[in-house]
């Protein structure tokens, strides 16, 4: 008798992922499986030390990417991913602290953090996977709902301006800002990367597809449809007017906007930590 | 690094509060100011620098909490300080501390309220909060301190539970023992007691963040050191995944956190007993109302009336084996609050029989000596 | 631009590619498709540059038709399905060279 074995197919990145957590909940066609597949090509490419990295997510679809990633990860209350991780990064400055979370979650509940974080150009780097809607919850609108579509919270249609997420970040004082969608994966990876090797507080957003959902109350029914509409209304428009940069229907602005060299928090306050530090031990010896 | 504060010192409570911090090895502020904590904060954003501690004022206390819970995390002993409106914000990222159990000191200098109340008077009204603030099961440790000495050693003594038992330990204080001065005797570096989290010792492919010890508390890695762990609000097994759709995990994990504390209460719980071997009349109280009692008691004797005073040092968890003690002698219990009702609830559970007097005092001052006097006297 | 190629009289298939093409192979690549990790979003079928891939008839453990390469020798390595696969469920390799081995 001959010993038949077939071998395992393993994915060259699974070491980037907590297998024992996998599959992913994730729907077909979602965006997040894509944001986290860009984010380890990145990691791949940097060859990223896995041990100093930390994964922070907040709820939401989303937030459960904190347990898929292969490295130290914590899962927060709903809003609260950046004023943990500013905790982390403030008492560990040698950890690469990345905050991947959702739409609803940095920019509603999450508002008030974000832009205190970007503000304080705290050196935390932040994906975020914008899919219009609160996804998890069951699709109702969200402060990136686009006007008049239909969510469960606003079955006659959204009547609520949606923020427009790189302008926010760019005026609140972000060193990095960037927007792309899940169709532009290698922009998305390079962005990462340069991200990833910036000082300061940065942020990315990825225009996610939610079919399931979003797109079958908005008449796109499924990912191909929702990726046909990234495909046909984006323009690459770089370092354009941030606050012109709409997504409509017809247009959606893409590219990076915002790239600039800025001291980080932490750097400062270790500075001056360690100046006020040999002055005490002056006056002690 | 400049020198811990030894010696004795004139201080108030908030700056006595600060420098236990210190002592006890607190390297992490994350704050927002808030009337009568405020100085607290003014005092570390000093202090802390020059131990190489990191001192951040957020946006809100909802990030304070949530700060402090990341850099405990990361491996470093954090703290925030706040009142009554503060504390109420606090509670859900209380109830993530608790279930991703991590160790820090939330310090509450109560107030008046209800909701924005008397930012700049007295009150003992969170105590029950301490308890049941935050929505779910947990068991938590919240202390009462009596004065500005206490604030520096129950801050202490806040640190080393809350790293024994990977717990958020409260510390109740008042606006009187906050804002007042008295002279605190602190001792040099190496005779104070300070406890660290216990570190896990084994390989890092073999560590489950969520398996506790026999006394119930797990062994903390912190973030960077290579274990590579996940920690969630959600209900989670021992490798810290979610298992939101298990009873048996719901179950055997709530039960444990609850579990950790009440099981452990005997080595938690602290009281002080005063005059309670023949007592007729038992007066339980706790922080600055106790020491008004304490002067009750004492005049009480004088008139030939067997008073004694049990102080609640800790109030969660409550001591209900030292108030069932002391109650079992005696004819009456007098509960002095400067709420509504709150701790006497628990008095009057574990008192059983015994009957128990409540003298309920709020606004600016605590009850005098002569008012729980009167009352003693009433239930004698 | 075409009239100077013309007039230097260089053959019409070496305009557009690159001089040393007879020497230089391009390397062969391996799709694999772990198939029962595809949810059937159809993301690497529809953006293949080259069409390698297209829709199978069989049914995976979970209920959809994963993808079935149609022509791994047009694959030219372009990793765009690699990356933009939700599930992780598709990988593409280089094959060793029979004169490298």
Known sequence: ?285 | MKTALTGAHFLNGDVACAEGAIAAGCRFFAGYPITPATEIAEHLSQRMPEFGGIYIQMEDEIASMAAVIGASYSGLKAMTATSGPGFSLMQENIGLAVMTEAPCVVVDVMRGGPSTGQPTLPGQQDVMQAKWGSHGDYGIIALSPCSVQEMFDLTVEAFNLSETYRVPTLLMGDEIVGHMWEKVVIPPPDKIVIVNRKKPNVPREKYLPFKPDENLVPPMACFGEGFRFHATGLTHNEHGYPRTSSSEVQSELVHRLVDKISKNADKIIRVEEVMLEDADIVVVAYGIVARAALSAIRKAREKGIKAGLLRLITLWPFPEEQVANAAKGAKGIVVPEMNCGQMVREVERAAKETPVAFLSKLGEDPHTPMEILEVIRRNK | MQKFWRRLSIPEKMRHAPLDLEKVKPAKMEIHLIKDECKGCGYCIEYCPKKVLEESDEINARGVHPPRVVDESKCINCSFCSIVCPDFAIFVTEKKNKEEK
Request: charged share 20%; with cysteine.
């Open chain 1, 1 to 285: 008798m001959v010993q038949e074995t077939v071998p395992v197919v393993l994915h060259p990145f699974s070491k980037y992922l907590r297998e024992d957590m996998m599959p992913h909940i994730w729907c077909q066609g979602c965006g997040n499986g894509v944001l986290v597949n860009a984010f380890v090509h990145a990691l791949d490419e940097l060859q990223t030390d896995l041990d100093k990295l930390v994964v922070v997510s907040g709820i939401g679809c989303i937030g459960r990417t904190a347990g898929y990633m292969n490295a130290d990860s914590f899962h927060t209350t709903h809003g609260r991913a950046l004023p943990f991780a500013t905790g982390v990064k403030l008492a560990n400055p040698e950890l690469e602290v990345v905050v991947i979370s959702g739409d609803g979650d940095l920019f509603a509940i999450g508002g008030n953090h974000f832009i205190h974080a970007a503000r304080r150009n705290m050196g935390i780097k932040v994906l975020c996977a914008n899919n219009l809607n609160y996804g998890m919850t069951g699709g109702q609108q969200g402060p990136t709902t686009p006007l008049e579509s239909v969510t469960t919270t606003s079955p006659y249609g959204n009547i609520e301006n949606p923020f427009n997420l790189v302008h926010l970040a760019a005026a609140s004082g972000a060193t990095y800002v960037a927007r792309w969608t899940s169709l532009h994966v290698r922009r998305l990876t390079q962005s990462i990367k340069k991200m990833l090797q910036k000082e300061g507080f940065c942020f990315i957003e990825m225009l996610s597809p939610c079919p399931e959902i979003y797109g079958r109350y908005n008449k796109m029914r499924s990912g191909l449809e929702m990726m046909g509409w990234f495909k046909k209304a984006s323009v690459v428009e770089s370092f354009s007017d941030p606050s012109k940069a709409d997504i409509t229907a017809d247009r959606i602005v893409v590219g990076e906007f915002v790239d600039i060299s800025k001291l980080s928090y932490e750097k400062m306050l270790h500075e001056k930590i360690s100046k006020i530090n040999e002055r005490a031990m002056e006056k002690v010896s």
